[in-house]
């Protein structure tokens, strides 16, 4: 029996391993003329970094063509530009880097635009998608109207009606890309993907030869017809060059993020350390030849996915690219304005010659953070170090309250910022959360501060700033709610902070909460309430299992934890995926979906916070539905462990008897069926009797999960009238809001 479930036992333990990221590196080469590190750096003076915040707007593409070739010359090795410089890799929780100002009366609410000839009314019929603010819509992988649900499963987008609590798949559309999210609105759909080179043989062959080559990534932009749900059609399609980022819907005004790096120059490789003066000398000229296409990024709009090009060039205007005044490397991030009434046209944007970690825009303002260039080869050496004593981040704000975008100020915070959630817009002050130092690491002692800057005669200036917080800890997560902002920090124990900021020119730290674990989201659920989304751990920090938290703040000098919710071995996407979290008001119910392997679960919990935080069910998509039940008797723990008390249960395994006319089985597990007379005998080398519960004829099964056979997780929540749907990577399920009960379960993808 032993050898049976060592088998299943090592077979999830392997499943487990396998969801280990690898460790990335950074590869440094050494030149001809002594260590490539040494020489770098004794070019490179961190004392020259003033982490100066101001950003200067270029007259015309000569200009912007000067800078990059000026700056390239200076930078350029036989390796070419070394990839784009020394920035650390954007971490993956920063994949949503566009924020929308709250008030504290429209935070936590849903965004999705709804038809004006629709009776549905979203927050009492139905959910919409978990935005910062009420009527700021972000894309997502699902929308719902309340009579339709859209979503993507395998790069397919399903129109799913929904009617009196029942769905009917209507129509699918096949989209090329990956990471495909989208906005609804009325009979139109934009949606965004990311791409890469192999975007471009989409295009007729007889205008593909006239579209400027891009080795990079693409963003893939697609206006989509949903008027006929039978027959969705691509109306335009957009190629960008560079990565997409994010993107937000105003008022029927959408803004895109993207940011591209030039990759496109044609840069020779040394195949010798004898032949790097020639690589040199070559690279050093085709930056001398380059031209303005090389570097920035260009667009091509088509119709259709394949069809007629109908425009393109490059992205952004040279009048309207700016540069901060430090040198912060090559990419370019830009931002561009699509009108959903008129469908794609060609881009209307702006652009910061940097790399920005943060995006964030109120309906007012856009506000772009952006870093100081490390070159990469001085990684690892006491320059990085000086850097990281004096590490700010500068930010640049431009007004979008009027048709154009116009530069305003710029400033500066000390330290980095965590993700979208860290700055807000507030009474015309913006806040901003950090922790000291670089955002690739931190030491013990590092503290985290709210900052609040205020316009001032072309600058942001600082008017008030706190901090204090979380010594030797980084931020994990944060949230601005009207006066206060929520700050949770985490090493070992998981400091909860409340920061009054009613006086922006003295922000003070109210309260603070410790309690085992961290949050990783954090969500105002009504008043004076906060439930956080993250991890359990030990009081030594280590990580033990997914935990809500139910926090009060009636009483900002005293924080207190109302109820906790865990799972063992657990993990939600909700922690880097504010998407993934659904709060029902209506019901006082919260969604999320989990993950884990100790408990074999792979679905959503179910939460009521009426009273605290208590887990109510749990919803799975579940590849049982519908098989047959195995007719045999299942041991239970206690019974195994009479048979040996060192036997330990879990991953998912079952152990069951079954006689010789029972057929056995269970489900989606894989189970080896091992007969009497072997496993006894078996069982009998370890001293273990399993006449007891075995008759002759029987035989033992051992039935464990597999990888293609685990029930697939869940992505997505929302609701409609009396039903919770969910969306896995497979299908789309509803459930009753009453008792959970499985009402339908519809293929997807």
């Not at 697939?712 to 409609?720: D, F, G, W, Y």
């Amino acid at each position: 029996m032993r050898k049976s479930l060592a088998i299943a036992a090592a077979f999830v333990m392997l499943l487990s391993a396998c969801t280990d990221d690898d460790a990335s590196s950074t590869t440094i080469r050494t030149g001809a003329g002594g260590n490539g590190i040494s020489a770098i750096a004794a070019s490179f003076d961190p004392d020259s970094i003033q982490f100066v915040a101001s950003l200067q707007r270029f007259d015309a593409c000569a200009d912007v063509l000067s800078h990059f070739q000026t700056e390239a010359m200076t930078r350029v090795g036989p390796y070419g530009l070394n990839g784009g410089g020394g920035f650390f890799p954007t971490p993956f929780f920063e994949d949503e880097v566009f924020a929308v100002a709250e008030d504290s009366a429209a935070v936590g609410g849903d965004g999705i635009a709804v038809p004006s000839s629709g009776a549905a009314r979203e927050g009492v019929d139905f959910s919409g998608s978990n935005v910062q603010v009420v009527g700021v819509d972000e894309p997502d992988i699902i929308k719902t109207d309340g009579g339709r649900i859209l979503a993507f499963v395998n790069q397919t987008l399903s129109y799913v009606e929904v009617s009196n609590g029942t769905g009917r798949l209507l129509g699918t559309l096949f989209l090329p890309g990956w990471d495909h999210k989208f906005f609804l609105s009325g009979s139109t759909a934009i949606v965004f993907a990311r791409g890469d080179g192999y975007a471009i043989p989409l295009l007729a062959e007889r205008e593909a030869d006239s579209i400027a080559p891009y080795g990079g990534p693409k963003t893939l932009v697609f206006e989509i017809d949903l008027s006929d749900p039978e027959d969705l059609t691509v109306v335009r399609t957009m190629h960008i060059d560079g990565n997409y980022l994010s993107a937000r819907s105003i008022d029927g005004t959408v803004r895109i993020v993207v940011s591209a790096y030039p990759s496109d120059l044609p840069f020779v490789y040394p195949s010798t350390p004898a032949a790097e003066q020639i690589a040199l000398e070559t690279n050093q000229r085709v930056i001398a030849e380059s031209t303005i296409d090389t570097w920035l990024p260009n667009y091509t709009l088509v119709a259709g996915t394949d069809g007629e090009v109908i425009s393109q060039g490059l992205l952004v205007d040279c009048g309207q690219v700016h540069r901060p005044a430090e040198f912060a490397g090559f990419d370019t991030l830009a931002v561009l304005t699509v009108d959903m009434s008129d469908g794609l046209r060609a881009p209307d944007g702006t652009a910061v010659i940097a790399q920005g970690e943060t995006v964030y825009a109120s309906t007012e303002s856009l506000y772009v953070s952006t870093n100081v260039w490390v070159p990469s080869e001085v990684w690892g050496t006491d320059v990085v170090r000086r850097i990281e004593e004096e590490y700010s981040t500068a930010i640049h704000k431009f007004d979008i309250s009027g048709g154009s975008t116009e530069y305003r100020a710029s400033g500066t915070v000390r330290g980095h910022l965590l993700n979208q959630f860290a700055m807000d817009e507030f009474e015309g002050n913006l806040r901003v959360a950090t922790t000291e130092g670089p955002p690739w690491g931190f030491d013990d002692t590092s503290e985290s501060f709210v900052t609040v800057l205020q316009e001032r005669n072309g600058e942001l200036e600082q008017i008030g700033r706190v901090g204090e917080m979380g010594r030797g800890e980084r931020i994990f997560s944060v949230r601005f709610i009207g006066d206060a902002a929520y700050v949770v920090t985490f090493r070992q124990v998981d400091p909860f902070y409340v920061v009054d900021l009613s006086d922006p020119e003295a922000p003070k730290v109210a309260g603070e909460l410790k309690i085992a674990g961290y949050s990783g989201y954090l969500h105002p659920i009504g008043p004076d309430r906060i439930i956080g989304i993250g991890q359990d751990a030990t009081d030594d920090g280590f990580t033990t299992g997914a935990k809500a938290t139910m926090f009060d703040v009636s009483d900002p000098t005293n924080p207190r934890a109302l109820g906790t919710w865990t799972m063992e071995g657990g993990y939600s996407d909700v922690e880097w995926d504010h998407l993934a979290f659904l709060y029902w008001s209506p019901e006082s119910v919260a969604v999320l979906p989990v993950q884990s392997w100790q408990e074999n679960f792979f679905g959503a919990v179910v939460l009521k916070t009426d009273d605290g935080v208590r887990e109510f069910g749990r919803i799975t998509h579940s590849l049982n539905a519908g098989a047959v039940a195995s007719d045999c008797r299942e041991l239970t723990v206690e019974e195994l462990r009479a048979l040996d008390a060192e036997f330990e249960f879990g991953g998912g395994v079952i152990v069951q008897v079954c006689s010789e006319d029972q057929r056995g089985g269970a489900g989606a597990l894989e189970c080896e069926s091992l007969p009497y007379e072997e496993v006894v005998a078996l069982a009998a080398e370890d001293g273990v009797d399993l006449t007891t519960i075995m008759d002759e004829g029987d035989r033992l099964e051992v039935c464990f999960p597999q990888f293609d056979s685990q029930d697939p997780a869940i992505t997505r929540s929302l609701v409609i009238g009396d039903q919770i749907w969910t969306l896995s990577w497979r299908s789309l399920q509803s459930n009753s809001i009453d008792d959970l009960a499985v009402g339908q379960l519809i293929p997807l993808g």
